[in-house]
């Protein structure tokens, strides 16, 4: 009996611990988390979306041609025979790489038009173990050669459990003997995606790479099937730091595995799915009307590097308080864009002015942002690093990186007509040109709104700040005061 139990005892005793080795080894194998936007409404609607690497022919990434130069080396030992080194330094598999040559002196063709030949030995060196060989033969003098390896997965940030290929194409020179010259050029093969199911339609995502490896420089794909054949299906690309595009559907990545096997997407407005005939329509503006809800937006705050939208304003403003636009280019001295063309979108007023006009005399709350198509660099770096300048600056491109960070002294030829980019203005059916304002009380409706303010800027501003001083308080305050009132508080 006593035996019986001693048996059960250890039986659970067992039991329990291959229960905590499991739980142990689980939690060794938690996800890490890369985040990208913290700071997002919990309201948002998220899709996640599990990505897997597979092997195919399609390029997973592909890096730019170097040059390199060769070095004279005295190698001892097995390496004696070769006199010169060419360093193509670590690799995206964290690895170095370095090729030894020399002539080959001890073969010769009978023909003359003969490529001249060289011995070649390619090194690998990691971090913890000594310098391997991975090929070594001969190989002609200016003609590539494709050399097929083989990398781990958990160093270039892919979700895979064999290794990944990798093509290695070099080329080797004698531009100047005895020394040689290389141009280099490493591809992977493999496709990183996945697709996840909503409650009405497949969403798609895939991963590549194009000259560098680093997650925010990876480029995300979209695609969106609806499962009702009335819907239009969508896609996009973009990098996936930036806000991407689908139809009238603004989202972006708002965390990502550091192995990239799952992302999580963030809606931040408009839907996923849309019907064909609206998605025609996708280009048209939503013209702003005074008395009704300004339309929805999303833009990069250039400042503070993060998402800024139209419910972050009115809510950092209150129900009392006020939203002012101001669509304009700040004052500089750096030529436009375009050689020949004016500046018809800098300010007449420097942006301290602005701020002046705007919030005098004011004991409401008066959040103040501007909409830029470009910024000097001198005026952000000098003025407002490390600053509150206390007001926001944000891109007026849905895609920031379009912003033209300009520099005193730097002239732009002109290459033709501009490529046309979706911005703010475009939505709004705002003029590209010139400069407009726009009041926005704390309830989110447009009170004013002027397309033509730039050779009245001041003037302009002096209106708003009127305006917002008539602007009566919200029902709800006047009900709590009132109320207030009624009991003698």
Not at 258 to 281: F, I, N, Y
Not at 355 to 378: G, M, R, T
Not at 459 to 465: E, P, T
Request: charge should be neutral; aromatic fraction near 8%.
């Amino acid at each position: 009996m006593q035996s019986q139990k001693l048996s059960t005892l250890l039986c659970a005793a067992l039991f329990m611990f291959l229960f905590a080795a499991s739980q142990s080894q689980v939690r060794g194998q938690e996800k890490q988390w890369i985040v990208l936007h913290d700071n997002l409404s919990q309201e948002f609607e998220r899709v996640t979306i599990p990505l897997k690497f597979k092997a195919s022919s399609s390029s997973f990434y592909s890096g730019s041609t170097q040059k390199f130069k060769s070095k004279k080396i005295a190698e001892s030992g097995e390496n004696a025979k070769y006199t010169e080194r060419l360093d193509f330094g670590t690799l995206v598999d964290g690895n170095e790489y370095s090729v030894l040559v020399a002539d080959a002196d001890d073969l010769s063709f009978v023909s003359e038009n003969s490529s001249r030949l060289c011995k070649v030995k390619l090194l690998r060196t990691s971090q913890k173990e000594e310098a391997a060989t991975l090929r070594e033969g001969y190989l002609f003098l200016q003609k590539d050669v494709s050399i097929k390896l083989k990398v781990c997965p958990k160093e270039i940030g892919i979700p895979s459990t064999e290794p990944v290929p990798l093509t290695f194409r070099m080329t080797i020179y004698s531009s100047r003997p005895p020394a040689y010259d290389a141009s280099l050029r490493i591809s992977l093969t493999g496709a990183l995606s996945g697709s996840t199911a909503t409650d009405n339609a497949l969403v798609g995502a895939s991963i590549t790479c194009k000259n560098s490896l680093e997650l925010t420089d990876r480029y995300l794909n979209l695609s969106v099937k609806p499962y009702d054949d009335r819907m239009s299906p969508l896609t996009t690309a973009g990098k996936i730091p930036d806000m991407l595009t689908l139809g009238s559907a603004k989202l972006v990545v708002e965390k990502i595995t550091a192995d990239c096997s799952e992302v999580v997407l963030a809606l931040l407005h408009g839907d996923l799915v849309q019907e064909k005939a609206k998605t025609k329509e996708k280009g048209q503006a939503q013209t702003p009307e005074v008395g009704k809800p300004f339309p929805a937006f999303a833009r990069v705050d250039l400042l503070n590097r993060c998402l800024l939208t139209l419910d972050d304003l009115t809510k950092e403003a209150g129900s009392d308080g006020c939203v002012a636009l101001v669509f304009g280019d700040f004052k500089s001295n750096i030529p436009p864009q375009y050689s020949g063309m004016p500046q018809v979108r800098k300010l007449s007023l420097d942006e301290a002015m602005i701020c002046e006009i705007l919030k005098k005399d004011l004991q409401k709350s008066v959040i103040v942002a501007f909409a830029c198509q470009e910024l000097p660099l001198s005026v952000l770096y000098e003025k407002w690093l490390g600053a509150d300048p206390g007001f926001y600056v944000f891109s007026d491109f849905s895609n920031p990186l379009k912003v033209q960070f300009g520099v005193p002294g730097m002239q732009r030829p002109y290459y033709g007509r501009p490529v046309r980019d979706e911005t703010l203005r475009g939505q709004l059916a705002l003029p590209e040109t010139g400069v407009a304002t726009a009041l926005i009380n704390g309830q989110g409706d447009l009170v004013y709104l002027n397309t033509e303010a730039g050779t009245e800027l001041a003037g302009s501003l002096v209106h708003i700040n009127k305006l917002i001083g008539q602007e009566k308080p919200s029902d709800k305050q006047d009900s709590c005061r009132a109320a207030c009132d009624a009991t003698g508080k």
